[in-house]
Nanobody
């Protein structure tokens, strides 16, 4: 399994950014993809996850109403649309995958990880 995250950058507070996670190599029909983030000196935090079976989603309280996770089956890509970004959203963002239909936002439950993409929110 390979996960390739992209789309990070430097934005100002209130701006939007969309991250992409290109997914390949899963041999099961249904799995879960999640986004995690890690800020300097902090633990890795689950942000959002989506099931490829029914597109059910889950979000961390800190991003509910601002972030949206979605998937494009034709492109084998999962997106994280981030709106109304705040300085506290600054972190390295990782996409992760696991061979389960319904996932949770716990890093230890994920088997596959992509490289990180840095998001910096600063004025």
């Amino acid at each position: 399994v390979q996960l390739q995250a992209s789309g990070g950058g430097l934005v100002q507070p209130g701006d939007s950014l969309r991250l992409s996670c290109a997914v390949s190599g899963f041999t099961v029909p249904y799995y879960t993809i999640a986004w995690f983030r890690q800020a300097p000196g902090k633990e890795r935090e689950g942000v959002a996850c989506i099931s490829t079976s029914d597109s059910s989603t889950s979000y961390a309280d800190s991003v509910k109403g601002r972030f949206t996770i979605s998937r494009d089956n034709a492109k084998n890509t999962v997106y994280l649309q981030m709106d109304n970004l705040k300085p506290e959203d600054t972190a390295v963002y990782y996409c992760a995958g696991v061979n389960t239909i319904v996932g949770v936002l716990k890093a230890w439950t994920y088997d596959y990880w992509g490289q990180g993409t840095l998001v910096t929110v600063s004025s």
